[in-house]
């Protein structure tokens, strides 16, 4: 296991912005793809962001892309989310997640081995 830590969700109002954060334990090679997923009440889970940590490459969902930045600190062995222009449909928990092989393909969560606890977001009209 890779335990994963997430930090800065809280409450917005639409338009506004939050930064998550996630800390892993071990190395970068534990945690080559990780990637960021949300699930609102009542729905699925989905992902939302992804990133490559060997050469930082990343992928986000079209409902987020021009709003949302993945980024790392291989320093720090965090992987942030940075949320723009946020949107009352943006809405849910977020969960952290980490996988040892690289990325590839669609961001789903059944591809992911670790996740963090989540943390909420909730954005108001």
């Known amino acids: 296991q890779v335990p994963l830590v997430e930090s800065g969700g809280g409450s917005v109002q639409a338009g506004g912005s939050l930064r998550l954060s996630c800390t892993a334990s071990?190395?970068?090679?534990?945690?080559?793809?990780m990637a960021w997923f949300r699930q609102a009440a009542g729905k699925e889970r989905e992902g939302v962001a992804r990133i490559y940590r060997i050469d930082g490459s990343s992928t986000y969902a079209d409902f987020v892309k021009g709003r949302f930045t993945i980024s790392q600190d291989n320093h720090k062995n965090t992987v942030s989310l940075q949320m723009n222009s946020l949107k009352p449909e943006d809405t849910a928990m977020y969960y952290c997640?980490?996988?040892?092989?690289?990325?590839?393909?669609?961001?789903?969560?059944?591809?992911?081995?670790?996740w963090g606890q989540g943390t909420q977001v909730t954005v108001s009209s």
């Open positions: 997640a980490a996988r040892q092989r690289g990325c590839g393909g669609d961001i789903s969560a059944t591809d992911f081995g670790y």
């Open positions: 071990g190395d970068i090679y534990s945690t080559r793809c």
